[in-house]
């Protein structure tokens, strides 16, 4: 691995060219011990990225990276391995190493990019929140990823803890630190219920373009993109563009002609860049995703061996409609209002049932 993070310390050879060196010497190991041979499989390489390989500070750094790694409990994702993202590593862009701390695994069947505006809106954190918590209900255990960045970003995170999802933060700096500093405490959250990564290493002194670079990492990361809220320009846009090119599926939440935190959404939903969505259902048909079942069949009831038969039959309902109020429950289980909301009382007592706004119902989350 030293050489392998030695190899991504080098300044000024993109990540394309940097794996054109791997796919021509194979060895990261080989470029650093056996520079003069080089020439023999790359004929055509530049002097610069020959001197460059000469630099022993850079083996130095490595080191010290390593040591800082190992301290910090901090895992070193090369892009060859199993354990790098899989739809990330069909980027040609995609970095060579991702440095990650956390205790979930990236590679997961679905994996949702939540991006918008730093300047959110009440309209779009209630967007944010109303999708992720939908998509919780109906049985979809998405990876949430985002960047941690204020406004719908540090939302989208903050949602999908709340929800029981785990999150992802790609960052725009090292792990050495979090930025915004007012996200640590999420940023620490996450670490048990996510993770956080980036392509810096600790030594990188960060920048401006690093955020903007960071982009293509959300947008290669997921199967999906989804944009809540974006002026005419601005990173979430970069962002959606990226995914394009990765040829990814972009969606966005409309908004009024007259809100300019919609305008960049609108805009895309007009030249046909993207796909509306204004709620769960909408990313269902979308990307064909099918809930995963609260009670795969009837028999499964029986792990609450506890429950009378009227708490099974509510729970049976809710399976079927997620969220109820109680006169619905009332009309479809034949029981009076006053019965439901006894029942109701006891199921919340025993940790099956929530109340949410609106004098609503579901099952607890986690069930």
């Known amino acids: 691995m030293l050489y392998k993070i030695a ?3 080098l300044q000024g050879i993109s990540c394309r060219n940097l794996k054109l060196l791997m796919d021509a010497c194979g060895d990261a190991e ?3 011990k056996e520079r003069k041979r080089i020439l023999e499989k790359m004929p055509g390489i530049r002097p610069e990225v020959l001197l460059l390989l000469s630099n022993k500070k850079i083996l130095e750094d490595a080191e ?7 301290k910090h ?3 070193p994702l090369w892009y060859e391995d199993a354990s790098y993202p899989m739809l990330l590593k069909h980027c040609e862009d995609a970095p060579l190493v991702l440095f990650s701390k956390g205790n979930v695994s990236i590679n997961t069947k679905r994996c949702l990019s939540i991006v918008g505006t730093r300047k959110a809106t009440s309209y779009g954190i209630g967007m944010c929140e109303a999708l992720i918590s939908g998509l919780s209900r109906k049985g979809h255990h998405p990876l949430i990823i985002s960047g941690l960045a204020y406004g719908i970003d540090i939302c ?13 933060a790609v960052l725009g700096h090292s792990l050495r630190e979090i930025y915004p500093s007012e996200h640590r405490e ?5 670490i048990s219920h996510g993770a956080l990564i980036t392509e810096f290493h600790s030594l990188d002194q960060g920048g401006k373009s690093n955020f903007v670079r960071r982009n293509r990492i959300i947008a290669g990361i997921s199967e999906a993109t989804l944009v809540i809220e974006s002026d005419l320009k601005g990173g979430s846009l970069i962002t959606a563009e990226l995914a394009l090119s990765y040829h990814r599926e972009v969606f966005c939440v409309p ?3 007259t809100d300019r935190m919609s305008k960049g959404c609108n805009q895309f939903i007009r030249n046909q860049k993207a796909a509306l969505v204004e709620s769960p259902e909408d990313l269902e048909y979308y990307l064909g995703w099918t809930p995963d079942p609260i009670f795969k069949n009837p028999a499964q009831l029986n792990c609450f061996p506890e429950l009378s038969e009227s708490e099974r039959s509510i729970l049976t309902l809710f399976k ?5 109020n109680v006169n619905e429950l009332s009309l479809k289980s034949g029981k009076t209002v006053s019965q439901i909301l006894n029942l109701l009382l006891e199921m919340e007592l025993k940790g099956l049932v929530e109340t949410i706004p609106g004098n609503q119902f579901r099952l607890a989350t986690g069930l």
């Open 186 to 190: 999420t940023a620490k959250e996450m």
């Open 320 to 324: 079927k409609h997620n969220t109820m």
């Open 156 to 168: 989208a995170h903050r949602a999908a803890l709340k929800n029981g999802l785990d999150t992802v």
């Open 64 to 70: 010290r990276e390593l040591l800082f790694l190992e």
């Open 73 to 75: 409990s901090i895992r």
């Open 7 to 9: 190899l991504c310390m």
């Open 30 to 32: 080989f470029l650093f």
């Open 255 to 257: 908004g009024r002609s």
